[in-house]
């Protein structure tokens, strides 16, 4: 049964547009390094985003990463530096907002070259494009989009993304972080704990998933600048894992941030899932 699921070869060849080689594939040169062929089908574009990203990612990321898994010393900001630097953060972002304006493909293959050397830089690179640059563009305001998205392309501002928590994992409905809104100060206060939260420690810029007390209480996506009173994001410690990922908690103790702070284009599931 578990054979009858798998693509034949005929199967391969009529989805792939070309004539599939045999010999490569059974018995022949074994490409190891895109053992299913992909480069052939990729645009000249592409292919030289991923020669790129490779060369960068090899000369700047892999020295780094023998001694960062043996000593869990964390990616720090100076390499977030180094990735806006090469284009490498919020690739798909308009132009206009500081990304690359580029597709999901391309994406793809930055994302590849960077696992490539290790899933703590891969981790940290997600993070900061899919789970915190995307959210402002997908669902803030003009103001947000244009203060905080070429900050986080250059790599100047390192963000982090809050919605796992310590009780209930990353299981959105059962979430214990509330909002409450003061309508006399026109801010919202924030209570609760992330935990297991890629970039944290480092973070200058929180993306936070909350419900409300009472009456709304529909999720909300909220920004929270690192410095804000009764912030904080202590750094998980000797893990066993991704090692060279800054992983931290995040702690909010009544932190009020104003109104303009919520992501207004979105509520619900849709949020942290979109």
């Known amino acids: 049964m578990i054979l009858r699921a798998l693509p034949t070869v005929q199967h391969i060849r009529r989805t792939c547009g070309r004539k599939f080689s045999s010999y490569t594939a059974?018995?022949?040169?074994?490409?190891?390094e895109d053992p299913f062929l992909i480069r052939e089908e990729l645009t000249s574009e592409e292919k030289a985003i991923s020669d790129a990203a490779r060369s960068f990612c090899q000369a700047e990321l892999q020295p780094k990463i023998l001694m960062a898994n043996r000593n869990e010393e964390h990616l720090g900001k100076a390499l977030f530096k180094s990735m806006g630097d090469m284009g490498l953060l919020g690739v798909t972002i308009p132009e206009k907002y500081?990304?690359?304006?580029?597709?999901?493909?391309?994406?793809?293959l930055v994302a590849t070259e960077v696992e490539r050397v290790d899933s703590s830089f891969r981790?940290?690179?997600?993070?900061?494009s899919s789970l915190v640059?995307?959210?402002?563009f997908a669902y803030g305001s003009e103001d947000m989009k244009s203060k905080y998205l070429p900050e986080l392309a250059t790599?100047?501002?390192?963000?982090?993304f809050g919605l796992t928590?310590?009780?209930?994992?990353?299981?959105?409905?059962?979430m214990e972080t509330r909002w409450q809104f003061d309508a006399?100060?026109?801010?919202y206060i924030l209570n609760g704990s992330k935990n297991w939260i890629t970039n944290s420690p480092i973070a200058d810029v929180f993306i936070i998933w909350a419900r409300g007390i009472e009456g709304d209480k529909t999720m909300k996506g909220f920004l929270v600048e690192s410095g804000t009173p009764g912030l904080s994001a202590p750094r998980i410690e000797g893990k066993f894992s991704l090692r060279a990922s800054s992983t931290g908690m995040i702690f909010m103790e009544d932190v009020r941030i104003p109104a303009k702070n919520i992501?207004?284009?979105v509520s619900g599931l849709k949020g942290p899932f979109g």
């Open 263 to 265: 992501l207004p284009n």
């Open 133 to 136: 640059m995307y959210p402002i």
């Open 165 to 174: 928590e310590p009780n209930h994992g990353s299981d959105p409905s059962s």
């Open 155 to 160: 790599g100047n501002f390192v963000g982090c």
């Open 26 to 32: 059974f018995g022949g040169k074994y490409a190891w």
């Open 123 to 128: 981790s940290a690179l997600s993070v900061q």
């Open 98 to 108: 500081g990304g690359a304006g580029l597709g999901y493909v391309s994406y793809g």
């Open 184 to 187: 006399g100060t026109n801010e």
